[in-house]
């Protein structure tokens, strides 16, 4: 889909959209958050044909979510890191997680823990400023005035 | 990608992103949850080809996420609206919002409020049980045990 045209509109969640939309792109950020970093980590990982990772890594770069690194010279190698951006969309991608428990969870399933104390945790989404939880609040999304 | 792939792996982030693991998808859902139901509207709103929004449909009604109703019989005529699933993801897409706000957010953007109250609502991703903000929580993702 355009992601130019996503990336210039007025609704946030778009906005959001632009920069990681897609499952392949998702799924990459979930591994840099494992610990990988190279090309051939997240190839094996997901199972994902070379030309498309390349042009993922390429567009979450671009987007500021990874950062490239040369960590070798001779021969040349890339890695990719999580930047902030990156980093703060993990929350999101655990609520993803929970939310595929629920509705698509047959079987065993990863899950989020603490990493100190193996904790358990089960991420949902609330009101920053309530802390109500915001699938018992009845929303609605305004769109800014034009001008 | 290979949704079959996704759906049938052990982490519970694929499973979600096996339902709704595109802009599109992700974007019709919104739209939903502004209360659109009609093909037509869909369109209009999205500015989406008439072929990729019948995909995308037939997949979200297939995930069980949208139910597909006839409203009239002559002409023949279906709307589509949320069920369970597609409501609970809408938290999802509401702390899309705010990330999208923060790391593309240039401009004037949408936002959300409480339906009555017009109450500004900021979502953000928290532990269930502690009440603690994820981005604050060094996390480890834990696969299931093989057999």
Request: charged share 25%; net charge positive.
């Amino acid at each position: 889909m355009d992601t130019d045209k996503l990336s210039s509109g007025t609704c946030a969640i778009s906005r959001g959209l632009a920069l990681v939309g897609d499952a392949w792109s998702a799924l990459i950020l979930r591994d840099a958050s494992l610990g990988m970093t190279q090309f051939d980590q997240f190839r094996t990982s997901l199972g994902i044909a070379p030309n498309i990772l390349s042009r993922r890594l390429k567009a979450l770069t671009e987007a500021g979510v990874l950062e490239k690194r040369r960590y070798s010279e001779r021969p040349p190698r890339d890695e990719y890191v999580l930047t902030q951006a990156g980093r703060d969309f993990l929350p999101i991608l655990a609520a993803m997680g929970e939310w595929g428990r629920r509705y698509n969870g047959t079987g065993k399933l990863s899950h989020l823990v603490v990493s100190e104390t193996g904790e358990r945790v089960r991420a949902t989404v609330v009101d920053e400023i309530s802390g109500r939880p915001l699938r018992d609040l009845p929303l609605r999304l305004v769109m800014p005035e034009a001008g």
